[in-house]
C-alpha cells in the first residue's frame, strides 16, 4: 500500500457521501427523529407505569446511599444502569433483580419481572445538601434511556446512623407517631434526642431491634443490635407540615443525623360503628348489670387481671391476694385474660378462677363479652372489683354495671393514648370511649409511683388517684437468705469466688435495655477482667435473637451470661454482688425491690419511680437511660468502689425495703381501701388513706 493510499480513500469517501449518500442518511436522520418524537408521545399519552424506569428509593448504609429502582421496555433487553448524581455518573449498578413493587404491592411495571436494579454511592462522593440521582439505562441495541430521577437530601456522611421511618414528606395519620432507624453507638455518640420544630419529643430507645443487614456492613461492636424507635402520643397542638430532626448527643458534642420534613395530619374522623345497635347491646348490659346484687357482708371481692402467669404485676396481683384471701370474711373470683401457673396457688387459696380472654376491640362485640361476664359475676355476689393492669379497664367498667365500687391498680408508664395503641391495637371510637371513661367511673385509681399516676391525673377525679408503695415477700427472703450457702450456689452457678456478678434479672425485652447493658458492660470487660454480667430471663423471640448475636460479636465468652427464665431467681440473688437495670420504662421493678431486700446494692437508670425509691449514693447507683455511657460509668463507679461502701449501700437499700416494702403494708392498706368504699362508695380515697397513714 503507497504512504498516500489512507488520504485518497478518505477523499472518495467524502465524495461518495457528498454525492450520493448524504441526502440519503438526512432523509433516515429525520425519519427515526420523527418516529422518536412520535414515540415519546406515546409514552407521554399512555401514563404512568408506560416509561422505561425510574429511580424508586434511596436508604442509607454505613459506608453510603442504597440506590434501587426499575428499567424495562418491549423488545429490548436491560444491558447496563449507570447512576448519575446530579447529572455526573457514580456508580454501575447490579441489573436483573425482582422487580420492585409500588405501595399497592403490584410491580412497577408489566414489561419484565427482572427489571430490577441495585447500587451503592459512596458517602465520599456524595457531600451533605440536596441533590438529583438520576440514571441511565443501556440496551441490547445499544440505544440508551434516560431513567426518571429522584432529588435527595444526603446528610453527609460517614454515618452515624439513618431514620427509616417516617420517610421523608410522608404523612402521619393518628394519634401516634413511631420513628426509627439504627444508629452506631461507639463513635463519640451514644444518645439520641427526637424533636419536632425544635421541641423535643423523646430519646430514641437504643438498641432495640436487630438490625442484621447493617451488621453485614459494619464491624461495630453494636451492629447486630443497632435498631433503635421511639413512639410518642402526638402532642394534640402539634399538627401540619413539621421538621423532624434527630440529633445524637455525647462526648463528642452535638451532631444531627437527619432532618426531614413530615406531615402529622393527627386523627382522621372517627365515627362510632352501628350507633344505634351499640346504644341497644349497652341498654341491656346496663339492665342486667342493675339486677345485681352485692353481698352485704363482708368482702366479696371479683379480681379482673391481664394474665396467670410470671410477671411483675402478675406477681403484685398474688401477694395481695395470699394477704387478703386469708381473712374469714373474705371471699374472691378471679376474671383472667390467661391462664397460666399462678392459677393453681389462687384455688388453693379458695379463689374461683375465670379464664375469659381477651375483650374484643370494636364496642360492638365488647358489650356483648361483657353482658356474659355480668351474667357470670351475678352469681358471685361480689361487692367490690380490682382490675390488675391498665389492660383490665373492662373490669372497672364491668364494675360500674354492676354497681359495684372499685380499685383499679395501673403498673404501666404509658401514656393513655400510647397505651391504647399498644393495649386496645386497631380500637374503634366506641372503645376509646370506654377505656378513657373507666378512669372517671373508678372508686380509686391506684399507682406505684407519683411520676406515673401524672400520666394519667387529668383523667381521674380529684381525690381518686392516690399512690400505694407495693411490696414483696420479705419472709421468704429472709428464710432464703438466711439459710442460704453462697459458697455453693455460687459454685453450683459457675461462678468463681474472685468474680464480681453484676445481675440484671428481667424477661429479655427491649424495654429492658439488656443489649445496651450488655454492650456497656464490654466497655468496661479490659479494665476489669474478673467481673461477670449475668442476663436472666431469656424466654427467646427476635429480641433475644438480636442479644444472643449482640454478645456473640462482643467475644467475651461466659463473661457475659444469657440466663433463662427461672422460678430459683433467689439463687441468684444470693450469689451476685450488685443488681442491675437500664430500663427505660419502668414503674417501679419488683426485681429491684426483691434484690434491695436481699442486701444487693443498686444500678439503675433513673426512670419514673425508681428515684422515689433509690437514692444516688445511698441506697443504690442511679444513671441516665437510653445511654450506653449511663450504665458504663455506673459500672465503672461501682467496681472501683471499695468493699465497705458496697456493703454500706446495699445495707441501706436492704433497711429500708425492710422498713416500708413488706407485702403485708400494702395488703393492709388495700383491706382499708376496699373495706370502706364497701361501705360508702362516694368516700375520697386520697382522704381516707391520709388518715390511715396518720395525716391530717
Not at 404523612?171 to 461507639?186: N, Q
Not at 395530619?265 to 345485681?292: C, K, Q, Y
Request: overall charge negative; aromatic content about 6%.
Amino acid at each position: 500500500m503507497s504512504p498516500d493510499s489512507g488520504p485518497r480513500r478518505a477523499s472518495t469517501l467524502r465524495a461518495v457521501l457528498d454525492g450520493e449518500l448524504r441526502p440519503t442518511l438526512s432523509r433516515s436522520i429525520a425519519r427515526v427523529g420523527a418516529n422518536a418524537s412520535r414515540a415519546m408521545s406515546a409514552i407521554l399519552r399512555s401514563g404512568p407505569g408506560r416509561v422505561p424506569g425510574n429511580v424508586v428509593h434511596t436508604s442509607d448504609a454505613p459506608d453510603g446511599l442504597v440506590v434501587t429502582g426499575w428499567a424495562a421496555a418491549p423488545r429490548r433487553t436491560l444491558r447496563a444502569v449507570t447512576v448519575l448524581v446530579d447529572g455526573v455518573p457514580r456508580a454501575h449498578a447490579t441489573i436483573d433483580l425482582p422487580t420492585p413493587l409500588g405501595p399497592d404491592g403490584v410491580p412497577l411495571t408489566r414489561w419484565s419481572p427482572s427489571a430490577g436494579w441495585r447500587t451503592e454511592i459512596p458517602w465520599t462522593t456524595l457531600p451533605a445538601g440536596p441533590h438529583t440521582i438520576g440514571a441511565v439505562a443501556l440496551w441490547n441495541d445499544r440505544l440508551s434511556d434516560e431513567l426518571g430521577a429522584l432529588d435527595i437530601h444526603s446528610p453527609g456522611r460517614p454515618s452515624l446512623g439513618a431514620v427509616d421511618r417516617p420517610g421523608r414528606d410522608e404523612t402521619v395519620h393518628g394519634r401516634i407517631l413511631y420513628v426509627e432507624g439504627w444508629f452506631r453507638t461507639d463513635l463519640g455518640y451514644d444518645r439520641l434526642d427526637v424533636s419536632i420544630d425544635g421541641r423535643s419529643i423523646g430519646r430514641g430507645q437504643l438498641m432495640s431491634r436487630p438490625r442484621p443487614d447493617i451488621s453485614a456492613f459494619l464491624d461495630d461492636a453494636d451492629a447486630p443490635l443497632a435498631g433503635w424507635n421511639l413512639t410518642i402520643a402526638i402532642p394534640e397542638d402539634v399538627r401540619g407540615e413539621v421538621v423532624l430532626s434527630t440529633r445524637a448527643l455525647g462526648p463528642k458534642g452535638s451532631r444531627v443525623v437527619d432532618e426531614r420534613p413530615v406531615v402529622l395530619a393527627g386523627p382522621g374522623p372517627e365515627e362510632v360503628i352501628e350507633p344505634g345497635r351499640l346504644a341497644v347491646l349497652t341498654a341491656r348490659t346496663d339492665l342486667a348489670g342493675s339486677r345485681h346484687v352485692p353481698s352485704p357482708d363482708g368482702l366479696n371481692l371479683l379480681v379482673a387481671t391481664h394474665h396467670l402467669g410470671l410477671g411483675g404485676g402478675q406477681l403484685y396481683l398474688q401477694e395481695l391476694l395470699r394477704r387478703i384471701v386469708t381473712d374469714h370474711d373474705v371471699t374472691c373470683t378471679v376474671f383472667s385474660m390467661a391462664d397460666g401457673v399462678l392459677r393453681d396457688e389462687l384455688e388453693g387459696l379458695g379463689c374461683r378462677v375465670h379464664v375469659v380472654g381477651h375483650p374484643p376491640v370494636d364496642a360492638l362485640s365488647y358489650e356483648e363479652t361483657l353482658l356474659h361476664l355480668v351474667a357470670v359475676a351475678r352469681d358471685t355476689g361480689a361487692n367490690a372489683l380490682v382490675a390488675n393492669t391498665a389492660g383490665s379497664y373492662w373490669g372497672v367498667d364491668l364494675a360500674s354495671r354492676l354497681g359495684i365500687p372499685s380499685v383499679w391498680a395501673i403498673h404501666e408508664s404509658f401514656a393513655p393514648d400510647l397505651f391504647m395503641h399498644y393495649g386496645l391495637h386497631g380500637y374503634d371510637a366506641g372503645m376509646r370511649e370506654r377505656f378513657l371513661r373507666a378512669f372517671a367511673s373508678a372508686g380509686c385509681v391506684v399507682f406505684e409511683a407519683d411520676a406515673t399516676r401524672r400520666l394519667f391525673q387529668h383523667l381521674i377525679p380529684d381525690g381518686r388517684a392516690i399512690k400505694i408503695d407495693y411490696g414483696v415477700d420479705l419472709d421468704r427472703i429472709r428464710r432464703f437468705r438466711d439459710d442460704a450457702d453462697r459458697d455453693a450456689l455460687r459454685a453450683g452457678l459457675g461462678i468463681a469466688p474472685d468474680e464480681v456478678l453484676l445481675l440484671c434479672m428481667g424477661t429479655y425485652e427491649a424495654r429492658k435495655a439488656q443489649g445496651l447493658l450488655a454492650h456497656a458492660f464490654a466497655r468496661i470487660s479490659p479494665d476489669h477482667p474478673r467481673a461477670v454480667l449475668a442476663l436472666v430471663g431469656d424466654q427467646g423471640g427476635w429480641y433475644s435473637d438480636g442479644i444472643h448475636a449482640l454478645v456473640d460479636r462482643l467475644g467475651l465468652g461466659d463473661r457475659i451470661r444469657l440466663e433463662p427464665v427461672t422460678p430459683h431467681i433467689d439463687e441468684w440473688y444470693v450469689a451476685s454482688d450488685a443488681f442491675v437495670l437500664a430500663s427505660d420504662i419502668e414503674s417501679l421493678p419488683r426485681s429491684m425491690l426483691e434484690a434491695m431486700a436481699f442486701g444487693l446494692p443498686i444500678l439503675h437508670s433513673a426512670v419514673w419511680g425508681v428515684p422515689e425509691v433509690i437514692e444516688d449514693g445511698v441506697t443504690g447507683l442511679l444513671f441516665e437511660a437510653n445511654s450506653v455511657e449511663g450504665p458504663e460509668k455506673a459500672i465503672r463507679r461501682f467496681l472501683r468502689m471499695s468493699r465497705a461502701e458496697r456493703h454500706s449501700i446495699g445495707k441501706a437499700g436492704r433497711d429500708l425495703v425492710e422498713a416500708t416494702r413488706g407485702s403485708d403494708l400494702y395488703a393492709a392498706e388495700y383491706r382499708t381501701l376496699l373495706g370502706s368504699l364497701v361501705k360508702d362508695p362516694s368516700v375520697l380515697p386520697a382522704d381516707l388513706m391520709s388518715v390511715a397513714r396518720g395525716g391530717s
